[in-house]
């Protein structure tokens, strides 16, 4: 796909506050430091669209950001990250669920797990959500640079068989440093809203 604008749009924090022009979303979810702003300014061919931060947990909305001022990207709030309060966390759940369940413009979901550790309990519980909610998703390992292509298909072959016992799953690996996997995943997200507009 061919960027020709890409722009920061909303923050939202809450239900009330999303936008209602009806335009496709992706979602982008992970866990926090597993590398979602990065990948993000990555597939954007842009440095600093998305800001990335030194301290993991910092995003608590859903950021919206207008491509080719035809759909949107969101980027969820990184999870896992225990400095937070339970208040926040839970403030956090109820937005992202009410979402998820029900959100008509949500077309399909990026779910990124780090390629170079075993899926956590959040991962998990994340991919077995989306499953049972009959969410269109894909996983993407992200931080591929960081292995070498042995170490990196034995890690990927490691997420096949610890999310096995939810389904069969590819993982495609992706470098924000390299740009490995980006055609990939446009591919991926090019399909969903062709999907949506009943192209395919």
């Avoid at 947990?57 to 969820?76: A, M, P």
């Avoid at 991919?127 to 894909?138: A, I, N, Y």
């Avoid at 096995?164 to 440093?177: H, I, K, R």
């Amino acid at each position: 796909m061919k960027i020709h604008s890409a722009e920061f749009l909303t923050s939202v924090g809450f239900i009330k506050q999303l936008p209602t022009d009806d335009r496709a979303e992706i979602a982008f979810s992970g866990r926090s430091n597993v590398g979602k702003s990065s990948l993000l300014n990555r597939l954007l061919n842009r440095k600093k669209l998305v800001k990335t931060s030194r301290t993991p947990g910092k995003t608590r909305t859903l950021n919206f950001f207008t491509i080719n001022e035809s759909f949107y990207l969101v980027d969820f709030p990184g999870y896992g990250y225990a400095k937070r309060s339970k208040t926040e966390r839970d403030q956090w759940g109820q937005l992202i669920e009410a979402y998820v369940l029900d959100r008509p413009p949500l077309k399909g979901f990026v779910q990124l797990i780090d390629v170079r550790h075993t899926p956590t309990e959040d991962d998990l519980r994340m991919v077995e959500w989306l499953t049972e909610s009959q969410q269109r998703f894909v996983i993407v390992g992200t931080k591929a640079d960081k292995l070498s292509n042995n170490k990196l298909q034995a890690s990927l072959a490691r997420i096949k068989r610890t999310l096995a016992w939810q389904g069969e799953y590819s993982v495609l690996p992706f470098s924000a440093v390299t740009g490995l996997g980006k055609d990939e995943l446009w591919h991926w997200i090019e399909e969903t809203l062709a999907l949506d507009r009943g192209d395919a």
